[in-house]
């Protein structure tokens, strides 16, 4: 079969209905991960007892096995174990299960980043008043934010292309369309090009972001 770009074209305003679905689970997977990665990278910071090894165990977990097994375990495994998962939806599954992987990842580059800001800012923070808590919250973050993030902008790109994964747990997200459409036409190569080339467009966008985002927080920094 010769290369159809016309088929292509007319594929890729379809896709684009799909696309929002792809985009609101690695939305709330970026920020659930977030949310979930810093209080870890804080407990492994400080070294919190008990706390501190189950977090080792969570990141050594999660880090070690691949995430299309992290997705059937807790779609299709984890419902035999604990009944009242059954009801979990596919969607819900799918966000759930890019949080708890990307987090273990962006714990580590938040935990860096912190340990990489001098002990000296959380000693002259403390020194004028401030609890352990308020100096991080204002000044060791703020500070934390600017060094991790070209390492968690990655994240959240690679968490964008993730979502494809989501297709394989029933999510009617962009890859899945994209499948179906293919096994009708058998025109595979030009719907997973136009699927490429829609996930290549949303990654530029997020590049540009990062560039901003990078430039902005780095101007107090620019002598």
């Avoid at 938040?110 to 000693?123: L, V, Y």
Wanted: hydrophobic share 55%; aromatic share 14%; with cysteine.
């Amino acid at each position: 079969m010769n290369f159809d770009f016309q088929y292509m074209i007319d594929l890729m305003p379809i896709l684009f209905r799909y696309l929002g679905i792809t985009l609101e689970m690695a939305l709330w997977g970026s920020i659930f991960a977030l949310t979930l990665s810093v209080i870890i990278a804080i407990i492994r910071v400080f070294r919190v007892p008990v706390l501190n090894q189950l977090c080792q165990l969570y990141i050594s977990f999660f880090r070690g096995t691949p995430l299309l097994v992290q997705l059937f375990l807790l779609y299709y495994g984890l419902p035999q174990v604990f009944p009242i998962m059954v009801g979990l939806d596919a969607f819900s599954a799918s966000v759930i299960g890019l949080t708890l992987h990307f987090a273990s990842y962006m714990a580590e580059s938040i935990r860096a980043a912190i340990i990489g800001i001098d002990r000296s800012q959380m000693e002259a923070s403390m020194s004028v008043g401030m609890t352990t808590s308020q100096s991080m919250r204002r000044i060791i973050l703020p500070q934390a934010t600017r060094v991790a993030l070209p390492s968690l902008m990655n994240y959240f790109i690679d968490m964008i292309k993730s979502t494809s994964l989501a297709f394989t747990l029933g999510v009617s997200e962009i890859m899945a369309k994209a499948q179906m459409e293919a096994s009708s036409s058998f025109r595979f190569f030009e719907a997973f090009l136009a699927v490429a080339l829609i996930y290549w467009f949303v990654v530029i966008i997020m590049t540009r972001v990062q560039i901003w985002a990078e430039v902005k927080l780095n101007k107090a920094y620019i002598r």
